[in-house]
């Protein structure tokens, strides 16, 4: 029996001794705080300045295509892109044709456009200027007019999206 207690005694000094480890360790522990930052850069924004304009033509007019250029002309169309000076961001031209139409848009009153491009070319080519302005010019390709193409004004919209 006294065996017994004598390891209970030990055992609990072992203890009380690993307690006051612990609680010392305590008194060696450090911390320090960090800052958050966050930095907002301009809004990016696109204004159209002209429209893409094919001329005009008469029925059974070949095919018309209206290059994007380096500066601006009667027939692309232009868009200033503005935003935070000197940063990149991404020009996104219209995937598939697009519809211009006249009257109620019916037999012979339509013409589509296609085969899109512009300048800067499309993907992650734009770049601010130092002032934080870059012209976007666009062109595209307007179908073949049919013989039967009714006279008259066509119209049709399409989007330009620039991203940083």
Do not use: H
Not at 5 to 14: A, D, P, R, Y
Not at 63 to 69: C, D, Q, R
Not at 115 to 128: E, K
């Amino acid at each position: 029996m006294k065996t017994a207690v004598k390891l209970s005694g030990t055992f609990f000094g072992i203890l009380a001794a690993l307690s006051t480890l612990v609680f010392d360790m305590e008194a060696f522990a450090a911390s320090t705080s960090g800052t958050a930052r966050q930095v907002v850069i301009a809004a990016l924004t696109i204004t159209n300045v002209s429209d893409l304009d094919f001329g005009t033509a008469a029925p059974s007019d070949v095919a018309k295509t209206v290059v994007p250029g380096t500066s601006e002309t009667a027939d692309n169309g232009s868009f200033t892109v503005a935003g935070q000076a000197s940063t990149a961001y991404t020009i996104t031209l219209p995937a598939a044709a697009i519809t211009m139409t006249t009257g109620g848009g019916g037999a012979n009153e339509t013409i589509s456009v296609n085969s899109w491009a512009s300048y800067p070319a499309a993907g992650a080519n734009g770049l601010l200027t130092g002032g934080g302005t870059q012209l976007l010019l666009v062109g595209a390709t307007r179908a073949a007019l049919g013989a039967s193409q009714v006279a008259g004004t066509y119209t049709g919209s399409y989007t330009v999206t620039v991203v940083y």
